[in-house]
């Protein structure tokens, strides 16, 4: 009698830790980024840029349960300038930090580069300074557009800086712009509703606060579940 009990009172353990545990496993979602802090012209402080960093990550915690995990490199001279604010112009400086990114320079100098291969290598987000044109900060960002989940092999980019040229702050935009463009490595589509995916979000956030749509938040948390 006694080890029947004790099977079931182990039994009933065994199903309460597997039901206890589960959740936990199946909620790992997580995704790693290699963030590249640009310098140049009007590029965020340290402290500046901590704060949009620790921002973008709660913000994806607290919305979507994804937990990113940034590995921060500086670039010390702006390699990528943004010289207009046309489409042209925004994909020519992601052509460049593509090209960096999978290029010589920092991998071969800090002797890690990833065997070859960049499949296996963490998406990657640009931080770089104001697009200048006319005289004026602007802010751009450019991300893969297709829905599709990069996790391993996405590469954005977005400006970002603390103030624009009339002294108005910047900062949260700054941010949502890294969120946004991080979400469609992410495999996040653009959606109409007034979110951090809609195709419009800097403008949308000069007035408003902007949180994920629920349909973002499956498909990061759907892409950040795979392996
Ligand atoms: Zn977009």
Not at 206 to 227: G, K, N, Y
Request: proline residues 4%; glycine residues 8%.
């Amino acid at each position: 009698m006694l080890r029947f009990v004790l099977y079931v009172v182990i039994w009933c353990a065994f199903v309460n830790i597997t039901v206890l545990v589960t959740p936990c496993v199946t909620n790992a979602q997580s995704a790693r980024v290699n963030v590249f802090r640009v310098l140049g012209d009007g590029a965020l402080t340290d402290g500046h840029f901590r704060i949009t960093l620790e921002s973008i990550v709660s913000l994806y915690k607290i919305e979507s349960g994804v937990t990113l995990v940034p590995r921060v490199r500086v670039v010390k001279r702006n390699i990528c300038p943004v010289y207009g604010i046309d489409f042209m112009s925004v994909y020519g400086a992601w052509f460049c930090v593509r090209d960096y990114y999978h290029g010589k320079g920092l991998w071969e100098r800090s002797g890690k580069k990833f065997r070859g291969s960049f499949k296996r290598a963490p998406m990657a987000h640009f931080f770089l300074p104001p697009a200048i044109y006319l005289d004026k900060y602007w802010m751009t960002g450019l991300g893969g557009m297709g829905g599709r989940c990069v996790k391993r092999t996405g590469i954005s980019l977005s400006n970002a800086y603390a103030v624009n040229q009339d002294g108005d702050t910047r900062m949260y935009q700054s941010m949502i712009a890294g969120a946004h463009e991080i979400g469609h490595s992410l495999s996040a589509a653009h959606v109409d509703s007034i979110t951090i995916m809609n195709p419009d979000p800097l403008r949308l956030s000069l007035t408003q606060e902007l949180h994920f749509d629920p349909t973002s938040v499956a498909q990061i948390r759907a892409c950040a579940s795979t392996p």
